[in-house]
């Protein structure tokens, strides 16, 4: 996506820029296996103004390192990817790039663990053999990779995607995304808060080793969703549909990198442990 100069995953390797470095991380080895999605050039970054995330927070009861992290809490392999054009960006690592979790750039800059889905593009991930259930507060979280452009807070480089929850990856009920279409808004070039209950537009503190739980969802970052707002007591499957009506192409250096950015989605109330 393409707002005031900044680009898709914002900056090719080498682009001069002041932004703090990018995070990455490598799917493991012994993650649970599923078919991959044909490669793509993953050798784009992303920055923005430098600004510090908050330090360490208390609550959820994991720490930030990925080795300490029960993998059924996260995406444990990927149903369907529906991907559209000007996108790319990270299909090469499926599934284990949405699988683990985030690997958060806190405030100034977004991770390039993601895969893009491209304007209107989709995926539906499962957690098998664990589902979410409702529970007290916020279920589950959703990590994209939005961040303030210039340490603005009021400046989001966002790219919202709808959100929805199945427990048959046939029936699905949907949270409600209601991003304004408005290509001249000061955030995002195809879409503007009010964002209503999308995911993509609060950025990730959470990443491995640094002690930030991604099951607090004070903490963690990313967009938390309650089963109880659309009326289910489990979800063993959720669908992201970008919905950033971003143009293809669009200017810039990092054609591959339109759309919604999938990191992970972590489940705060399990039902397996």
Same mark, same amino acid.
């Given at each position: 996506?393409?707002?005031?100069?900044?680009?898709?995953?914002?900056?090719?390797?080498?682009?001069?820029?002041?932004? +703090?470095?990018?995070?990455?991380?490598?799917? !493991?080895?012994?993650?649970? &296996? !599923?078919?991959?999605?044909?490669?793509?050039?993953?050798?784009?970054?992303?920055?923005?103004?430098?600004?510090?995330?908050?330090?360490?927070?208390?609550?959820?009861?994991?720490?930030?390192?990925?080795?300490?992290?029960?993998?059924?809490?996260?995406?444990? +392999?990927?149903?369907?990817?529906?991907?559209?054009? =000007?996108?790319?960006?990270? $299909?090469?690592?499926?599934? /284990?790039?949405?699988?683990?979790?985030?690997?958060?750039?806190?405030?100034?800059?977004?991770?390039?663990?993601?895969?893009?889905?491209? !304007?209107? /593009?989709? #995926?539906?991930?499962?957690?098998?053999? *664990?589902?979410?259930?409702? /529970?007290?507060?916020?279920?589950?979280?959703?990590?994209? *990779?939005?961040? @303030?452009? +210039?340490?603005?807070? /009021?400046?989001?480089?966002?790219?919202?995607?709808?959100?929805?929850?199945? &427990?048959?990856?046939?029936? @699905?009920?949907?949270?409600? =995304?209601?991003?304004?279409?408005?290509?001249?808004?000061?955030?995002?070039?195809?879409?503007?808060?009010?964002? +209503?209950? =999308?995911?993509? @537009?609060?950025?990730?503190?959470?990443?491995?080793? *640094?002690?930030?739980?991604?099951?607090?969802?004070? $903490?963690?970052?990313?967009?938390?969703?309650?089963?109880?707002?659309?009326?289910?007591?489990? $979800?063993?499957?959720?669908?992201?549909? &970008?919905?950033?009506?971003? $143009? =293809?192409?669009?200017?810039?250096?990092?054609?591959?990198? *339109?759309?919604?950015?999938?990191?992970?989605?972590? #489940?705060?109330?399990?039902?397996?442990?």
């Amino acid at each position: 996506m393409m707002r005031s100069g900044v680009t898709g995953l914002a900056l090719l390797a080498g682009f001069a820029c002041a932004c +703090g470095p990018a995070t990455t991380r490598s799917p !493991s080895p012994d993650e649970p &296996d !599923s078919s991959p999605t044909p490669a793509a050039d993953a050798s784009v970054a992303m920055g923005g103004e430098d600004s510090s995330p908050p330090g360490s927070a208390e609550g959820g009861g994991d720490a930030g390192d990925a080795g300490a992290l029960p993998a059924s809490r996260f995406v444990t +392999g990927v149903v369907s990817f529906s991907p559209t054009g =000007c996108t790319g960006f990270g $299909a090469s690592a499926m599934p /284990g790039i949405v699988e683990g979790p985030p690997v958060g750039g806190g405030t100034s800059h977004g991770s390039t663990d993601v895969v893009s889905l491209g !304007s209107g /593009g989709s #995926i539906v991930v499962s957690f098998a053999p *664990n589902a979410i259930v409702d /529970g007290p507060g916020p279920d589950f979280i959703v990590f994209e *990779n939005p961040f @303030w452009v +210039g340490g603005n807070s /009021g400046d989001v480089y966002a790219e919202p995607g709808e959100v929805s929850v199945s &427990d048959d990856a046939t029936t @699905w009920a949907t949270f409600p =995304c209601t991003p304004t279409l408005d290509p001249g808004a000061a955030i995002g070039t195809g879409t503007a808060p009010p964002y +209503g209950e =999308c995911a993509g @537009w609060q950025v990730v503190y959470s990443a491995p080793g *640094n002690g930030i739980s991604p099951f607090d969802p004070a $903490a963690a970052g990313g967009n938390a969703f309650d089963l109880a707002d659309v009326g289910l007591s489990s $979800a063993r499957y959720v669908r992201i549909v &970008d919905r950033t009506h971003e $143009a =293809c192409p669009e200017a810039g250096p990092a054609p591959d990198t *339109n759309g919604f950015d999938l990191d992970a989605v972590a #489940i705060l109330n399990a039902l397996l442990p």
